[in-house]
């Protein structure tokens, strides 16, 4: 099983940016699709954005047009650029992947982000 760990989390003024990592203790691209996970107080979990193994990528709408996965393979390193924050963005953010083959999901710890308006 993958072990994940975030980091990149903090609190940013409304419009700002923030970059989130998310490091992997073993191959992260193989036979995986690997996603951020968000979860607000009160609210379910809810993703936010995946990539694929071939590289194509999908985000919830809500985030469109201001957040990027970007997929590192030499580093094993998933990254999520988010820009023009809002107060409704402010999560905890979960890295998470799932293997094709295996049927298995690996989670991080997760990192706090918290947008103030």
């Known amino acids: 099983q993958v072990q994940l760990a975030e980091s990149g989390g903090g609190l940013v003024q409304a419009g700002g940016s923030l970059r989130l990592s998310c490091a992997a203790s073993g191959s992260m691209f193989s036979n995986n699709v690997m996603g951020w996970y968000r979860q607000a107080p009160g609210k379910q979990r809810e993703l936010v954005a995946a990539?694929?193994?071939?590289?194509?990528?999908n985000y919830v709408d809500s985030v469109k047009g201001r957040f990027t996965i970007i997929g590192d393979k030499a580093k094993n390193v998933v990254y999520l650029q988010m820009n023009s924050l809002k107060p409704e963005d402010t999560a905890v953010y979960y890295c998470n992947t799932y293997n094709v083959v295996t049927h298995q999901y690996s989670w991080g710890q997760g990192t706090q982000v918290t947008v103030s308006s």
């Open positions: 990539i694929y193994s071939g590289g194509s990528t």
